[in-house]
């Protein structure tokens, strides 16, 4: 299910993205969301919580110049960097402790956590060799994820 609205959640915010759902992801592909309101002027969060039962990478960009540079090399072009999106939100999947699944979450197995930089935001499940971070090889049978995804403007005091 994915929903891109809003709504109330505990803790003071907006929910202005919310998805919860099954995604099957090609090797050399991503699944993305590219539809993540800038949260720059009222403040926010994201938390997300990503599993499967192969490797996989996490990115979130939050600079369309290094998005479309991940997204040239998902679509096949040899671009001039690999960004490695965002420090605190980008990740490699490790394997989840007591489980057969790998898995990528925000702090604290997928807490809330700021975003203190202007978007626009895009956020990817990566099932591909970039950065070279995981081997993925083009016979791989696709990735099947559960993205639990949400992004959170702070409320107005007005």
Request: glycine share 10%; aromatic share 12%.
């Amino acid at each position: 299910m994915a929903v891109a609205g809003s709504g109330c959640l505990g803790g003071g915010g907006e929910v202005i993205v919310s998805i919860q759902q099954d995604v099957s992801v090609e090797p050399g592909n991503a699944w993305m969301e590219t539809e993540i309101p800038d949260l720059s002027d009222s403040g926010g969060a994201i938390e997300y919580i990503v599993r499967a039962e192969r490797a996989f990478d996490v990115y979130f960009f939050a600079n369309e110049s290094d998005f479309q540079q991940y997204n040239g090399y998902i679509k096949g072009d040899d671009p001039e960097e690999t960004p490695p999106g965002h420090s605190e939100f980008s990740q490699a999947a490790v394997p989840a402790d007591g489980k057969d699944l790998y898995e990528a979450t925000t702090g604290d197995g997928g807490s809330r956590q700021s975003v203190e930089s202007s978007g626009p935001y895009y956020f990817a499940v990566d099932y591909s060799n970039y950065r070279m971070e995981n081997r993925v090889e083009e016979f791989d049978d696709p990735l099947q994820a559960f993205v639990d995804l949400k992004v959170i403007r702070k409320r107005s005091l007005i």
